[in-house]
């Protein structure tokens, strides 16, 4: 399989809302996409996207070793979000050449998707449960660990980020009722204290899984012996190394994988051999999602089939006012459905790009 061109193009896509988490707050989503074409002309594509919050790349490193690769082909030193975009867009065309899609799926199956709540007021995100549980989601992503209005100083009181924590997974609880199942994520933002405290308090909600309240995967081992709710890891697990580490210490049950935090769907699928696992999304745009999608319905092969009650964390398209893609994935009722064309599905709309082209 010859290219005969690659294209890499940096875009970004608006929020509807800021999106605030314990790491910071963002009203748009930098990102970059990689176009590659064969001698026959078929296109494969791929999506790279900064982890810039989470300490990793930024836009421009990531531009130029995508450049870098399409001139001498090397992935070696590729740095994670760019070996995913590689290895997608590579994925891609050899599933578009060959008429399927990257997985082993069905293209007429969905995967199942959680609400993602970004943190607030507790009044305010639980209204935005409401809504989104109108929309047919049944699993609540509560971003914890934020600093928000109603945590700093006011009337000179201050409640402290725990506590609000509490009181934004009881106010969805009580607005939504016993049979949703909530998550909660929080970043790292909570010292081991703070994280057996709060989780302490959480334990009457009912709370699904925790992902990454602490910072490394001993603290999270600690924490784990101290609480029922179950641990998910995010930033302690980049890696197959790190995810047999996690296995070796019992930090966590579960663990969420985004594809340009690990390098793309093959060491995804590699993790969720030792972990049980769901996706998520770093905030990706049409064609990571999609890839994500695709993975998700793969985790059927791996060794921990029994956990596939767990939603996955790809309906972030609700939180953009824009796209690139003519085609993509669709969500209803809270299922994420795969574009019926074959690869990954995905087509882009050429006026768009260049309207969200950085």
């Given at each position: 399989m010859r290219l005969s061109s690659v294209e890499v193009i940096p875009y970004a896509l608006p929020f509807r809302e800021p999106y605030v988490t314990a790491r910071g707050s963002l009203t748009e989503r930098e990102m970059v996409l990689l176009r590659v074409r064969d001698?026959?002309?078929?296109?494969?594509?791929?999506?790279?996207?900064?982890?810039?919050?989470?300490?990793?790349?930024?836009?421009?490193e990531v531009v130029r070793e995508l450049e870098t690769w399409a001139e001498h082909r090397e992935v070696d030193r590729l740095s994670a979000p760019a070996r995913c975009a590689v290895e997608t867009a590579l994925m891609d065309l050899r599933g578009r050449r060959a008429g399927n899609g990257l997985g082993?799926?069905?293209?007429?199956?969905?995967?199942?998707?959680?609400?993602?709540?970004?943190?607030?007021?507790?009044?305010?995100?639980?209204?935005?449960?409401?809504?989104?549980?109108?929309?047919?989601?049944?699993?609540f992503k509560l971003k914890?660990?934020?600093?928000?209005?109603?945590?700093?100083?006011?009337?000179?009181?201050?409640?402290?980020r725990?506590?609000?924590?509490?009181?934004?997974?009881?106010?969805?609880?009580?607005?939504?009722?016993?049979?949703?199942?909530?998550?909660?994520?929080?970043?790292?933002?909570?010292?081991?204290?703070?994280?057996?405290?709060?989780l302490a308090a959480l334990e009457p909600f009912d709370v699904e899984l925790a992902e990454q309240p602490v910072t490394g995967l001993e603290a999270m081992a600690e924490l784990a012996t101290s609480t029922s709710i179950p641990l998910a890891a995010d930033e302690s697990v980049t890696n197959l190394d790190e995810a047999e580490e996690a296995a070796a210490l019992g930090a966590c049950a579960y663990t969420g994988i985004k594809l340009s935090k690990v390098g793309g769907p093959e060491e995804a699928l590699r993790i969720a051999d030792v972990l049980p696992a769901y996706l998520t999304s770093a905030l990706d745009g049409?064609?990571?999602?999609?890839?994500?999608?695709?993975?998700?319905?793969?985790?059927?092969?791996?060794?921990?089939?029994?956990?596939?009650?767990?939603?996955?964390?790809?309906?972030?398209?609700?939180?953009?006012?824009?796209?690139?893609?003519?085609?993509?994935?669709?969500?209803?009722?809270?299922?994420?459905?795969?574009?019926?064309?074959?690869?990954?599905?995905?087509?882009?709309?050429?006026?768009?790009?260049?309207?969200?082209?950085?």
């Open positions: 001698e026959d002309g078929v296109v494969g594509l791929g999506e790279a996207v900064p982890l810039a919050l989470r300490g990793g790349v930024g836009l421009a082993k799926g069905a293209r007429d199956e969905a995967v199942e998707c959680n609400a993602t709540l970004v943190a607030g007021p507790p009044e305010a995100v639980a209204a935005e449960a409401e809504a989104w549980a109108q929309a047919g989601f049944t699993t914890l660990g934020a600093e928000t209005v109603s945590t700093r100083d006011i009337g000179g009181l201050r409640r402290s725990g506590s609000e924590d509490v009181e934004m997974v009881r106010a969805v609880r009580r607005s939504l009722g016993p049979e949703v199942r909530i998550r909660v994520d929080v970043n790292e933002a909570w010292d081991l204290e703070t994280a057996k405290a709060t049409p064609v990571g999602i999609a890839a994500a999608a695709q993975v998700a319905l793969s985790l059927a092969e791996t060794t921990h089939p029994e956990r596939l009650h767990l939603a996955h964390g790809l309906a972030t398209q609700r939180l953009f006012a824009a796209t690139i893609a003519s085609v993509e994935c669709e969500l209803r009722d809270g299922m994420l459905h795969l574009p019926p064309g074959p690869g990954l599905g995905v087509e882009i709309d050429e006026d768009s790009l260049q309207a969200h082209r950085l």
